[in-house]
Protein backbone atom coordinates (compact mmCIF):
# COMPACT_ATOMS: atom_id res chain seq x y z
CA UNK A 1 0.00 0.00 0.00
CA UNK A 2 1.05 3.41 -0.99
CA UNK A 3 0.81 6.27 1.18
CA UNK A 4 1.11 9.94 0.02
CA UNK A 5 1.18 13.05 2.48
CA UNK A 6 1.23 16.68 1.10
CA UNK A 7 2.81 19.66 2.39
CA UNK A 8 3.93 23.19 1.41
CA UNK A 9 0.38 24.83 1.08
CA UNK A 10 -0.78 27.58 2.68
CA UNK A 11 -1.87 31.84 2.40
CA UNK A 12 -0.34 33.69 -0.17
CA UNK A 13 -0.68 36.96 -1.72
CA UNK A 14 -1.66 37.22 -5.99
CA UNK A 15 1.64 37.28 -7.68
CA UNK A 16 3.33 35.55 -5.06
CA UNK A 17 4.57 31.59 -5.12
CA UNK A 18 4.53 28.61 -3.57
CA UNK A 19 6.01 25.27 -3.99
CA UNK A 20 3.90 21.97 -2.83
CA UNK A 21 5.79 18.61 -1.96
CA UNK A 22 3.77 15.17 -1.99
CA UNK A 23 5.80 12.63 -0.08
CA UNK A 24 5.50 8.35 -0.81
CA UNK A 25 5.83 5.92 1.13
CA UNK A 26 5.17 2.33 1.71
CA UNK A 27 5.62 -0.18 -1.17
CA UNK A 28 6.01 1.91 -4.39
CA UNK A 29 6.13 0.42 -7.20
CA UNK A 30 8.12 1.41 -10.68
CA UNK A 31 6.48 3.18 -13.55
CA UNK A 32 4.24 4.73 -12.04
CA UNK A 33 2.57 8.31 -12.94
CA UNK A 34 2.61 10.86 -10.21
CA UNK A 35 0.07 13.92 -10.70
CA UNK A 36 -1.65 17.03 -8.93
CA UNK A 37 -4.84 17.52 -8.80
CA UNK A 38 -7.22 20.50 -7.47
CA UNK A 39 -10.72 20.95 -6.19
CA UNK A 40 -12.64 23.85 -4.96
CA UNK A 41 -15.98 23.34 -3.14
CA UNK A 42 -19.19 22.26 -5.22
CA UNK A 43 -16.35 21.25 -8.40
CA UNK A 44 -14.92 18.50 -9.81
CA UNK A 45 -11.15 17.65 -9.06
CA UNK A 46 -9.46 19.45 -11.54
CA UNK A 47 -5.92 17.61 -13.41
CA UNK A 48 -3.26 20.17 -12.70
CA UNK A 49 -0.08 18.67 -13.96
CA UNK A 50 1.71 14.80 -13.95
CA UNK A 51 4.34 13.42 -14.70
CA UNK A 52 5.42 10.05 -15.20
CA UNK A 53 8.67 8.15 -13.92
CA UNK A 54 10.62 8.78 -16.71
CA UNK A 55 9.78 12.14 -16.27
CA UNK A 56 7.37 13.00 -19.37
CA UNK A 57 5.26 15.80 -18.12
CA UNK A 58 1.74 17.06 -18.69
CA UNK A 59 0.20 20.44 -17.40
CA UNK A 60 -3.43 21.53 -17.44
CA UNK A 61 -4.75 24.33 -19.93
CA UNK A 62 -5.53 26.57 -17.42
CA UNK A 63 -2.10 26.88 -16.11
CA UNK A 64 -0.42 28.71 -18.86
CA UNK A 65 3.12 28.09 -18.00
CA UNK A 66 2.83 28.84 -14.41
CA UNK A 67 3.20 25.89 -12.74
CA UNK A 68 6.40 23.27 -13.19
CA UNK A 69 6.29 19.87 -12.02
CA UNK A 70 8.96 17.71 -10.79
CA UNK A 71 9.98 14.25 -8.81
CA UNK A 72 12.44 12.75 -7.73
CA UNK A 73 12.49 9.11 -8.18
CA UNK A 74 15.08 8.30 -5.46
CA UNK A 75 13.71 9.83 -2.84
CA UNK A 76 10.34 9.52 -3.73
CA UNK A 77 9.00 12.95 -4.05
CA UNK A 78 7.03 15.44 -6.23
CA UNK A 79 6.93 18.70 -6.44
CA UNK A 80 4.69 22.01 -7.49
CA UNK A 81 6.21 24.95 -8.19
CA UNK A 82 3.75 27.23 -8.54
CA UNK A 83 4.39 30.97 -9.92
CA UNK A 84 2.20 34.30 -10.31
CA UNK A 85 -0.63 32.71 -8.14
CA UNK A 86 -4.08 33.62 -9.18
CA UNK A 87 -7.20 34.38 -6.80
CA UNK A 88 -8.65 31.33 -8.91
CA UNK A 89 -6.10 29.15 -7.94
CA UNK A 90 -7.53 28.63 -4.67
CA UNK A 91 -8.46 24.94 -3.83
CA UNK A 92 -7.54 21.88 -2.34
CA UNK A 93 -4.47 20.24 -3.85
CA UNK A 94 -3.98 16.88 -4.33
CA UNK A 95 -1.16 14.62 -4.94
CA UNK A 96 -2.00 11.39 -6.51
CA UNK A 97 -0.28 8.22 -7.54
CA UNK A 98 -1.24 5.32 -10.43
CA UNK A 99 -0.02 2.71 -11.97
CA UNK A 100 -1.96 2.04 -15.50
CA UNK A 101 0.13 -1.37 -15.83
CA UNK A 102 -0.21 -4.86 -14.05
CA UNK A 103 -0.32 -5.06 -11.32
CA UNK A 104 -2.11 -1.48 -11.24
CA UNK A 105 -2.58 0.54 -8.08
CA UNK A 106 -4.45 4.61 -7.96
CA UNK A 107 -3.64 6.23 -4.58
CA UNK A 108 -4.32 10.03 -3.47
CA UNK A 109 -3.07 12.48 -0.69
CA UNK A 110 -5.35 13.64 1.92
CA UNK A 111 -5.30 16.93 0.31
CA UNK A 112 -4.19 20.53 1.02
CA UNK A 113 -5.29 24.10 0.81
CA UNK A 114 -3.83 26.72 -1.10
CA UNK A 115 -5.69 30.29 -0.76
CA UNK A 116 -4.46 32.90 -2.88
CA UNK A 117 -6.03 36.29 -1.49
CA UNK A 118 -4.94 39.83 -0.22
Known amino acids: QVHLVESGGGLVQPGGSLTLTCAAS????????MGWFRQTPGNEREFVAS???????KYGDVLKGRFTISRNNYKNTLDLQMNNLKPEDTAVYYC????????????WGQGIQVTVSS
Open 51 to 57: VSSGGTT
Open 26 to 33: GAIPGATV
Open 96 to 107: KMSRAVTPTMTA
